[in-house]
């Protein structure tokens, strides 16, 4: 079970650092306010952060 949460955490802090290098400070911003809104179950807060992160996906492409 450890080695389970472990390969979880990796992944996490994987893609946190390619959302911060694909686009910046407020990539990591948007992924963390989606995290924290999921986290603490509110929709609020998680519908901003996906919000932000599609608008920064959308600039992109």
Same mark, same amino acid.
């Given at each position: %079970?450890? #080695? &389970? !949460?472990? /390969? $979880? ?10 959302i911060?290098?694909?686009? *910046?400070? %407020?990539? #990591? &911003? !948007?992924? /963390? $306010? ?9 929709t609020?807060?998680?519908?901003? *952060?996906?919000?932000?992160l ?8």
């Amino acid at each position: %079970m450890p #080695l &389970i !949460a472990l /390969a $979880v955490a990796a992944l996490a802090i994987g893609f946190e650092q390619i959302i911060q290098w694909r686009y *910046g400070p %407020m990539g #990591l &911003i !948007a992924f /963390a $306010v989606l995290t924290v809104g999921l986290k603490a179950k509110n929709t609020t807060i998680s519908g901003i *952060g996906a919000v932000i992160l599609v608008l920064l996906l959308s600039q992109s492409g």
